[in-house]
T-cell receptor, first 111, second 115 residues
Framework: ELKVEQNPLFLSMQEGKNYTIYCNYS?????LYWYRQDPGKSLESLFV?????AVKQEGRLMASLDTKARLSTLHITAAVHDLSATYFC???????????FGKGTKLTVNP | DTEVTQTPKHLVMGMTNKKSLKCEQH?????MYWYKQKAKKPPELMFV???????INESVPSRFSPECPNSSLLNLHLHALQPEDSALYLC??????????????FGDGTRLSIL
């Protein structure tokens, strides 16, 4: 069964700094997702990563996937306060519609 | 705007009540999901419907009863819930098989409190 581990679970950073969130998964996954969740709100899809070497960028966020290492990263460039949220990675369990989430990374960007 | 609509947004019920959560989408998705999310935790999958048939039940207690009347609607019937069932219940939808590069789309959720 697919297991997804994220680290760090908590991240406090200053505006303007760069940082990376890591997502490891245990078995082959058909695809890897990144979601954002603001407090009391639903999940917003950020990226869908399908293949080895996939890299996607949106604004200050860039996600990548290394299927051989079973690792996805979410890189934050020049953080701003509006990026404060909880970020989840999730893998699709092979051959099913089951999405397995990591525990989430709570990001706080301080002025 | 959320393309998956859930009602009600908030629900308070006693342990002996019967209530239903509703979810609707008009994106042509044929897979629909119920998740439970406790505070400061990730969403946990409860049920998956694929082409209006129940395809995954994650060993959910029978006091939760899902129903998919048609391809746009998903219900979750609640009966004799326990205080530990208080949580945010999220509905999601997607193309079956993930539809190449399409994610699951989540509704805003129903915040459920059991007295």
């Amino acid at each position: 069964e697919l297991k997804v581990e994220q680290n760090p679970l908590f991240l406090s950073m200053q505006e303007g700094k760069n940082y990376t969130i890591y997502c490891n998964y245990s078995t082959t996954s058909d695809r890897l997702y990144w979601y954002r969740q603001d407090p009391g709100k639903s999940l917003e899809s950020l990226f869908v990563l399908l293949s080895n070497g996939a890299v996607k960028q949106e604004g200050r966020l860039m996600a990548s996937l290394d299927t051989k290492a079973r690792l996805s990263t979410l890189h934050i460039t020049a953080a701003v306060h509006d990026l404060s949220a909880t970020y989840f990675c999730a893998g699709l369990q092979g051959g099913s519609e089951k999405l397995v989430f990591g525990k989430g990374t709570k990001l706080t960007v301080n002025p | 705007d959320t393309e998956v609509t859930q009602t009600p947004k908030h629900l308070v019920m006693g342990m002996t009540n019967k209530k239903s959560l509703k979810c609707e989408q008009h994106m042509g998705h044929r897979a629909m999901y119920w998740y439970k999310q406790k505070a400061k935790k990730p969403p946990e999958l409860m049920f998956v419907y694929s082409y209006e048939k129940l395809s995954i039940n994650e060993s959910v207690p029978s006091r939760f009863s899902p129903e998919c009347p048609n391809s746009s609607l998903l219900n979750l019937h609640l009966h004799a819930l326990q205080p530990e069932d208080s949580a945010l219940y999220l509905c999601a939808s997607s193309y079956v098989g993930g539809g190449s590069n399409q994610p699951q789309h989540f509704g805003d959720g129903t915040r459920l409190s059991i007295l």
